[in-house]
């Protein structure tokens, strides 16, 4: 079958082995001093390794190659590794959208009768040891810090903290971070069980009450469907927070622009390749920030 996976130039490669902890799953050794793809099975092409290359030997290429298979990485590879290795494996999936990968590998777990680590309080220790007071951090496999999932919940931002007096500095609603689409982890715990905000990027700009109108209350990512690249992604994470995150409703606020429409087909998409079914509001805002319409589609 054609997929994406890693491909090593030899040339560039120098052997030091810098992109072989960033393979958790084990498909890349060093041998006869380079860095080489050992099993096809065993790459889930998603490229964590690449970030780690100081060279710029590694890509992504679409080829044919035998098919991944979680189940196999997990009992091979990852599972002997503890609980600390799995909860990482866990989060780069879900950081990639990788739905069905997470299902299999909660379903190996259950198997083996291997407790889910992301319900262990103590493995997600080492990742809040360094977070402020009342932020709630979880574990993060590498990558930058700007998209470790951070949760607000602490701060109780009511919608009476939000309607201060007037005078008074305007509090954010945001309960969380990352908010971009292609940072956010689906499975995150603020989306757990939430009413999702999705927005395109210039709402906010657009509506001078953004905050108090749309955010009460409301878990958040925000997109453009013009811009933005891998629409593919945006669907399998919008699949994976119904299903595995259970989010109650969505609420896609757009500009009344032609483009802007991109966003409810990915919601569409989302919604035909999960399982669960979801409640979905449309919110047309004007340029000049007026609410144009909301309905329940």
């Given at each position: 079958?054609?997929?994406?996976?890693?491909?090593?130039?030899?040339?560039?490669?120098?052997?030091?082995?810098?992109?072989?902890?960033?393979?958790?799953?084990?498909?890349?050794?060093?041998?006869?001093?380079?860095?080489?793809?050992?099993?096809?099975?065993?790459?889930?092409?998603?490229?964590?390794?690449?970030?780690?290359c100081?060279?710029?030997?590694?890509?992504?290429?679409?080829?044919?190659?035998?098919?991944?298979?979680?189940?196999?990485?997990?009992?091979?590879?990852?599972?002997?590794?503890?609980?600390?290795?799995?909860?990482?494996h866990?989060?780069?999936?879900?950081?990639?959208?990788?739905?069905?990968?997470?299902?299999?590998?909660?379903?190996?777990l259950?198997?083996?009768?291997?407790?889910?680590?992301?319900?262990?309080?103590?493995?997600?220790q080492?990742?809040?040891?360094?977070?402020?007071?009342?932020?709630q951090?979880?574990?993060?496999?590498?990558?930058?810090?700007?998209?470790?999932?951070?949760?607000?919940?602490?701060?109780?931002?009511?919608?009476?903290?939000?309607a201060?007096?007037?005078?008074?500095?305007?509090?954010?609603?945001?309960?969380?971070?990352?908010?971009?689409?292609?940072?956010?982890?689906?499975?995150?715990?603020?989306?757990?069980?939430?009413?999702?905000?999705?927005?395109?990027?210039?709402?906010?700009?657009?509506?001078?009450?953004?905050?108090?109108?749309?955010m009460?209350?409301?878990?958040?990512?925000?997109?453009?469907?013009?811009?933005?690249?891998e629409?593919?992604?945006?669907?399998?994470?919008?699949?994976?927070?119904?299903?595995?995150?259970?989010?109650?409703?969505?609420?896609?606020?757009?500009?009344?622009?032609?483009?802007?429409?991109?966003?409810?087909?990915?919601?569409?998409?989302?919604?035909?390749?999960?399982?669960?079914?979801?409640?979905?509001?449309?919110?047309?805002?004007?340029?000049?920030?007026?609410?144009?319409?909301?309905?329940?589609?």
């Open positions: 079958m054609k997929r994406q996976i890693i491909t090593i130039d030899e040339k560039r490669c120098t052997g030091c082995g810098d992109c072989i902890p960033g393979c958790p799953e084990g498909a890349l050794q060093v041998i006869d001093g380079k860095a080489r793809l050992i099993s096809d099975l065993f790459c889930d092409g998603l490229g964590a390794c690449i970030g780690h100081p060279t710029g030997a590694m890509k992504i290429e679409t080829r044919e190659a035998e098919p991944y298979d979680e189940k196999r990485v997990l009992h091979e590879s990852i599972a002997k590794g503890g609980a600390n290795v799995i909860a990482a866990l989060h780069h999936l879900m950081d990639h959208g990788q739905s069905d990968f997470v299902q299999q590998a909660l379903e190996y259950e198997e083996q009768g291997i407790a889910n680590p992301l319900d262990n309080e103590a493995v997600r080492p990742a809040t040891q360094h977070a402020h007071a009342g932020h951090h979880e574990p993060h496999a590498g990558g930058c810090p700007g998209s470790r999932a951070i949760d607000f919940s602490a701060h109780d931002k009511s919608e009476a903290a939000v201060m007096m007037p005078g008074a500095p305007v509090q954010s609603a945001l309960r969380q971070w990352p908010i971009q689409l292609h940072l956010v982890s689906p499975q995150a715990p603020y989306f757990q069980r939430s009413d999702l905000l999705l927005a395109a990027d210039c709402c906010a700009f657009a509506v001078g009450d953004f905050h108090g109108s749309f009460q209350g409301k878990s958040l990512a925000i997109a453009c469907p013009k811009l933005d690249s629409m593919d992604i945006y669907i399998d994470k919008l699949a994976a927070m119904i299903d595995l995150s259970h989010i109650n409703t969505i609420t896609v606020a757009i500009m009344e622009v032609p483009c802007c429409g991109g966003l409810m087909s990915i919601v569409a998409e989302a919604l035909r390749k999960a399982k669960r079914r979801v409640p979905v509001k449309k919110v047309l805002i004007s340029l000049q920030g007026k609410t144009l319409s909301e309905e329940w589609v």
